[in-house]
């Protein structure tokens, strides 16, 4: 049971659609079709299933959020995106508006029982211009893609 605990998983909160790569493709440096209008991170194509793929992002970088504590995935997600979301528009020490990007990932570290808290962590992809020198922003924290784990289950939804 602990190593369950120990499982994260991501979830990809984007305007990404419901597209399904079959589990033979294997390819580097891919771009979802939504990226064609938002800046996306490349990353390697590990493994993918029915309606989800394992993804090796390339070195990037990321703000992310102060672990949230809540019973709720949408709850939690919510209230973390909405952080981001003031981040990227101007709520950050520069007043520097930012341009979306995807994806957005929830990283979920399971709780001990199905109501019990689970901790939740949104990370914002930081688009390529603010890679240098994202802007800090009280409540947010800027993390090297290693510490977005090496692999990343991705869960598509449609928005």
């Not at 990932?105 to 688009?127: A, H, K, L, M, N």
Request: with cysteine; net charge neutral.
């Amino acid at each position: 049971m602990s190593a369950f605990h120990l499982f994260k998983l991501s979830l990809l909160l984007s305007l990404l659609p419901n597209s399904i790569i079959p589990n033979s493709q294997k390819s580097t440096g891919l771009f979802p079709p939504t990226c064609s209008r938002i800046e996306c991170p490349t990353y390697d194509l590990i493994q993918a299933g029915n309606g989800y793929e394992i993804r090796r992002y390339n070195s990037t970088v990321w703000i992310s959020t102060s672990p949230i504590q809540d019973i709720s995935l949408v709850d939690a997600t919510r209230d973390a995106f909405l952080q981001l979301f003031d981040y990227i528009q101007g709520k950050n020490e520069y007043q520097e508006h930012i341009e979306m990007t995807a994806p957005v990932i929830t990283q979920v570290s399971p709780s001990d029982g199905p109501f019990c808290e689970s901790s939740f962590v949104v990370s914002f992809y930081v688009p390529k211009k603010n890679q240098a020198n994202p802007p800090p922003a009280k409540g947010l924290h800027v993390q090297n893609g290693a510490c977005i784990r090496s692999s990343e289950t991705i869960q598509w939804f449609r928005v």
